[in-house]
């Protein structure tokens, strides 16, 4: 008896716990409803415009697109005005600054103009000492891409071969070289050392380019003594790289041993020019 009233209870527990189970779904309709009511209020709240904060906004939207805050603004308003979308527009939206590049390469010209008779005045003045003393042969300057080239043939003048020892007579004209370098005070100076496509054999120099880098090194610590400021000066070797005549030949040869000193423009690059160019 007693179990068969325990079973009854168990049941009618069990049914007690699957009705409450049905009525949960309740809760989460009355909370949903809840989160409904909050977001209308805030609707509700944010549709209530102050005026005078409106007119404040719709000010400075109006000043920020018409160009006193951002460039091409005037094309945004304009795009948005006619109801067509930024691709439907002839024009792009931002327009381009002409003003400033002009500007740019006016300032360009200005300083290469500048740089040209800057230039023109120390070639002039290196090409009549060269003509005095009897070196237009091997001494050489051209006003090229990179700057004012001063082109100083190494045989017979500055180096013995297969050295980096400058010579007696190579004394005066370097210091010729460096007192009309010497005129700006700006520009920075590039020496380059170059030397033709034999390789070297019985020197202390195992290749080219330790050669043509020493002898560099060399020019450029003898221009800081004839008074250049140091922080103007580089060296550089480039070896067999860049001749200026036919390696074929031993005149082409001779062109290509030599030493340049670049009083280098202020936008130009490091490299030297290709032959054919200065």
Do not use: C
Not at 61 to 89: H, M, R
Not at 98 to 122: H, L, M, V, W, Y
């Amino acid at each position: 008896m007693s179990a068969h009233r325990g079973g009854r209870r168990g049941r009618r527990g069990g049914h007690a716990g699957e009705h409450e189970n049905e009525e949960r779904w309740l809760l989460t309709y009355s909370d949903m409803i809840t989160l409904l009511m909050a977001l209308f209020m805030v609707l509700f709240s944010i549709s209530s415009v102050n005026t005078s904060k409106y007119k404040e906004l719709q000010k400075s939207l109006q000043d920020a697109f018409s160009g006193k805050i951002l460039t091409g603004g005037k094309q945004i308003v304009n795009s948005g005005s006619d109801g067509k979308s930024p691709s439907d527009q002839a024009s792009p939206l931002i327009a381009p600054i002409k003003p400033q590049i002009g500007q740019t390469s006016t300032n360009n010209d200005k300083s290469a103009a500048a740089d040209n008779k800057e230039f023109a005045r120390i070639k002039r003045q290196i090409d009549t000492y060269a003509r005095q003393h009897g070196l237009s042969k091997q001494l050489q300057t051209v006003i090229a891409r990179r700057g004012l080239v001063v082109r100083l043939l190494t045989d017979q003048v500055v180096f013995d071969p297969g050295q980096a020892v400058l010579k007696p007579q190579a004394t005066p004209v370097l210091t010729g070289v460096g007192h009309a370098l010497n005129i700006d005070k700006k520009h920075p100076i590039m020496v380059e050392g170059h030397t033709d496509n034999v390789p070297i054999s019985g020197s202390q120099f195992p290749s080219n380019w330790e050669l043509s880098t020493a002898r560099a090194s060399v020019v450029v610590r003898f221009l800081i003594h004839t008074g250049i400021d140091k922080f103007r000066l580089g060296a550089a070797g480039y070896a067999n790289l860049y001749p200026v005549a036919s390696n074929s030949t031993a005149i082409g040869r001779s062109k290509n041993r030599r030493v340049e000193i670049v009083l280098l423009r202020q936008d130009q690059q490091i490299t030297p020019d290709s032959p054919g160019n200065g």
